[in-house]
């Protein structure tokens, strides 16, 4: 079955810094790569998502990239600010069969 | 988007006891719900997938007769946890596809066994 990875566990940064977390995926069906955003006992929110024929999408401060051959993509946040603090997850997808990545804590710091 | 409603927030029970969490689809009909758990610091494993009029499909290592899921309407699936115990506490979240991609989560469910 599908395996994702996603790195790094944890990530610090200064406020208005770009920050970068990248995952991989195992199973070359998946067709469908969502990023959601997780508050502490919130549920996760959709940010962005990126589907297997396009290579780049872009909303404001957030971009996301896929490289299909290489099994990986990764979210780009640039400008980042101390509400960006949260846990961030990737996913790949077939159909609705969803597979989430381990999570990414992103601290932005003042 | 669609709404997702799911119900309780939190619960604290007792051990041996059962409890029952609600997910609702408030604007969309669902015939396939999907249940996560997650532990603190983790990431949403899927427990199972709610099927309407139809029995769920469990993950592998997930006790069906100890997480039984109903689905009995196409806006609403119920968890229910039976004769919980306290590694049983964690937060469970339940999610559907309304437009068959994007899903969207419950609020989520802390259960406490205690």
Known sequence: GENVEQHPSTLSVQEGDSAVIKCTYSDSASNYFPWY???????????????????EKKDQRIAVTLNKTAKHFSLHITETQPED????????????????????RLSVLP | ?????????????????????????LDFQATTMFWYRQFPKQSLMLMATSNEGSKA???????????LI????????TLTVTSAH?????????????GG?????????????V
């Open chain 1, 37 to 55: 955003k997780q508050e502490l006992g919130k549920r996760p929110q959709l940010i962005i998502d990126i589907r297997s024929n396009v290579g």
């Open chain 2, 57 to 67: 499909t469990y993950e592998q290592g997930v006790e069906k007769d100890k997480f």
């Open chain 2, 1 to 25: 988007g669609a709404v997702v409603s799911q119900h309780p927030s939190w619960v604290i029970c007792k051990s041996g006891t059962s409890v029952k969490i609600e997910c609702r689809s």
């Open chain 2, 70 to 77: 109903n689905h009995a309407s196409l806006t609403l699936s």
């Open chain 2, 101 to 113: 991609t994007e899903a969207f989560f419950g609020q989520g469910t802390r259960l406490t066994v």
């Open chain 1, 85 to 104: 603090s949260a846990v961030y997850f990737c996913a790949a997808a077939y159909g609705q069969n969803f597979v989430f990545g381990p999570g990414t």
């Open chain 2, 86 to 98: 306290p590694e049983d506490s964690s937060f469970y979240i339940c999610s559907a596809l309304p």
